[in-house]
């Protein structure tokens, strides 16, 4: 049975860091483009990053998180990071990890498209705060 499951939210302050992970069961993660999406109360889901698959690990970024955000793969884990630095209030969000097969994910490119991911983990809790 094919399962995602993030975890690693909670609640940081501006300016701090936290790490996301996306651990995978049922399917090796490294065949599939893997993405990140958030969505915050009243708002819209929407992309964050994503990363391609295999040897390819194209990467990219939405521009709000653009050099504070860090998405890679630990192969031997089956899992995904985001790792995400200087937080911000707007960052606050429940971030959901995606998978979709390469054919059909067009990642790199932007915007990263929530109707090209197939496989959806639950989602955890980021809240930045003071």
């Known amino acids: 049975q094919v399962q995602l499951v993030e975890s690693g939210g909670g609640l940081a302050q501006p300016g701090a860091s936290l790490r996301l992970s996306c651990d995978a069961s049922?399917?090796?993660?490294?065949?599939?483009?893997i993405a990140w999406f958030r969505q915050a109360p009243g708002k819209e889901r929407e992309g964050v990053s994503c990363?391609?698959?295999?040897?390819?690990?194209?990467?990219n970024y939405a521009v709000f998180v653009k050099g504070r955000f860090t998405i890679s793969r630990d192969n031997a884990k089956n899992t995904v990071h985001l790792q995400m630095n200087s937080l911000e209030p707007e960052d606050t969000a429940t971030y959901y990890c995606?998978?979709?097969?390469?054919?059909?994910?067009?990642?790199?490119?932007?915007?990263?498209?929530?109707?090209?991911?197939?496989?959806w983990g639950q989602g955890t809790q980021v809240t930045v705060s003071s």
């Open positions: 995606a998978a979709a097969p390469a054919y059909s994910s067009s990642c790199p490119r932007l915007p990263i498209r929530l109707d090209e991911y197939g496989y």
């Open positions: 990363i391609r698959q295999g040897s390819d690990g194209g990467t």
């Open positions: 049922g399917f090796t993660l490294d065949n599939y483009v």
